[in-house]
């Protein structure tokens, strides 16, 4: 007998009880709908197969204790077939435990259903878009990021089970501080120099350098000799690495789509299937970010201070304002997140 049958049988017996005038003040309109009386495994399965807390729901609005309700549930359960015994125990849990018969008559359910056991349409007509994974493109992924391919696609399948079309959307974090690390590590390591002192470190920083350097040449590009600008060094002496300089930016524009290409490759193994590869930087190049921005200010929700534009987030529950325009002209990490959830919506 499965839960979601056990979950009916109580609904029938809590209306019948009500029918029968022994359960109080408790009406049909007050009985919950079956999905409600939820039916669970008890921690301790010493103490049964299922177990059930419909008493303690209904005791309320029966005016009766939570126990005694919950004996009458137990003596009807008690005569139903395929239950072997029930027990009431503390405030009012209801505790089955099901008959030899009963136990083994869900691997006949299993065979038959196929692959439709264990489905249904609860979630039927809904579009539900689930983002998971998402790893910085700065290097190879990782096992952190293949645990949340595992859970993510995991939640995905549990969802379209329930009968929801899941659009799985990897988000890739193209734009922003990161990159810009990334690419100084590369040109640092493609020159043999220091690694900058926040760059990325690591045996693949050198090979993404050399991948980069050859696929270069093979365009007709000697990528080492593009114009250069020295970063300098901190007030500790360390190095900054590359400045915004042309040899940067052809690093960048080339390093990137690698790591883009390496990741899907990795989640293609790994068998998590991506319908949506939203790159981050799209946001800012097809003026996503402005247009937020744009909603925001005339909304009102906008003001400057400090030579920073901020969003007035405290007038809709946030506990202080955010910046999204920095005072150096840079956009805060804030204002992509604004535009990816206007995208989203």
């Excluded at 299922?50 to 209904?58: F, G, P, R, T, Y």
């Amino acid at each position: 007998m499965s839960p979601e049958a056990l979950s009916e049988l109580i609904s029938k017996i809590a209306h019948a009880l009500v029918a029968a005038g022994k359960a109080g003040t408790l009406t049909d309109e007050l009985i919950p709908p079956v999905s409600k009386l939820t039916v669970m495994r008890p921690k301790d399965r010493a103490h049964g197969d299922w177990a059930s807390n419909a008493a303690m729901q209904l005791a309320k609005k029966a005016g009766m204790k939570p126990h005694d309700l919950a004996e009458l549930f137990a003596a009807e359960l008690a005569q139903s077939d395929g239950i072997k015994s029930v027990e009431v125990a503390g405030p009012g849990f209801i505790n089955i435990v099901l008959d030899s018969a009963s136990a083994a008559a869900v691997v006949d359910a299993v065979l038959e259903a196929g692959n439709a056991y264990g489905k249904n349409d609860h979630l039927g007509g809904e579009t539900l878009n689930l983002e998971f994974v998402s790893a910085n493109p700065t290097g190879p992924i990782h096992i952190g990021g293949t645990r949340w391919a595992a859970v993510g696609d995991s939640m995905a399948r549990v969802l379209e089970a329930n009968g929801a079309k899941v659009v799985r959307e990897y988000y890739f974090n193209d734009h922003g501080e990161q990159i810009n690390r990334f690419a100084k590590s590369l040109v640092a390591a493609a020159h043999g120099e220091e690694t900058p002192i926040d760059g990325y470190r690591g045996a693949y920083i050198d090979e993404i350098a050399q991948c980069v350097i050859d696929e270069a040449k093979s365009d007709g590009i000697d990528i080492l000799d593009l114009p250069r600008i020295d970063g300098g060094k901190d007030d500790k002496g360390e190095p900054l690495g590359e400045g915004d300089s042309e040899q940067r930016e052809e690093f960048r524009k080339r390093a990137v789509p690698m790591m883009f290409d390496e990741i899907r490759r990795s989640m293609k193994n790994f068998r998590v299937n991506f319908d949506v590869w939203f790159h981050e930087n799209s946001l800012y190049s097809d003026g996503e970010v402005d247009k937020a921005i744009a909603d925001l200010r005339e909304r009102g929700d906008i003001y400057e201070k400090d030579g920073a534009t901020w969003f007035e987030s405290t007038k809709h529950g946030d506990d202080k304002d955010r910046v999204i325009i920095k005072s150096d002209g840079n956009y805060a990490y804030f204002a992509a997140d604004i535009a990816y959830y206007r995208n989203k919506r």
